[in-house]
């Protein structure tokens, strides 16, 4: 007699789970979408030996970073202490990161050579 009943509500059943399957599919699809959106991070890094820099001056280098474009958000940082410098990035070019180093301290910095890294936060192409 069960056997009977479940039977008849076999194709109800499938019916429920195709609909739920389909349910999940439509929820789920426009957040895989907008993953594929997302702002990716980029890296890219150099030995770097920025040598004396006196007061109330600066120095700059670039560093090439692949598929950065204008409008990207960009950070850098050195493997050594900055003694003071303030330390700028910017997007300056596609796929270039040029890298200000500013002395505002009052008497002259002299940074030893390290390692310089660039971390970009590229938009998607419909934010740029």
């Not at 389909?22 to 594929?36: D, E, K, R, V």
């Not at 997302?38 to 560093?63: C, F, H, I, M, N």
């Not at 598929?67 to 003694?83: E, H, I, N, P, R």
């Amino acid at each position: 007699m069960l056997r009977k009943i479940l039977n008849l509500f076999n194709p109800v059943i499938m019916l429920i789970m195709l609909v739920l399957i389909a349910l999940a599919f439509s929820i789920a699809a426009p957040f895989a979408m907008a993953q594929s959106n997302r702002e990716t991070w980029l890296y890219a890094s150099k030995t770097y030996d920025p040598g004396s820099v006196s007061s109330a001056s600066q120095t700059t280098t670039t560093v090439t970073v692949e598929t950065a474009a204008l409008g990207d958000w960009c950070s850098a940082s050195l493997g050594v202490s900055t003694g003071g410098l303030t330390v700028q990035c910017a997007i300056t070019a596609a796929n270039t990161a040029t890298v200000t180093l500013t002395n505002n301290t009052g008497g002259a910095v002299d940074l030893a050579s390290s390692l310089l890294r660039v971390r970009v936060v590229s938009h998607p192409p419909y934010l740029r």
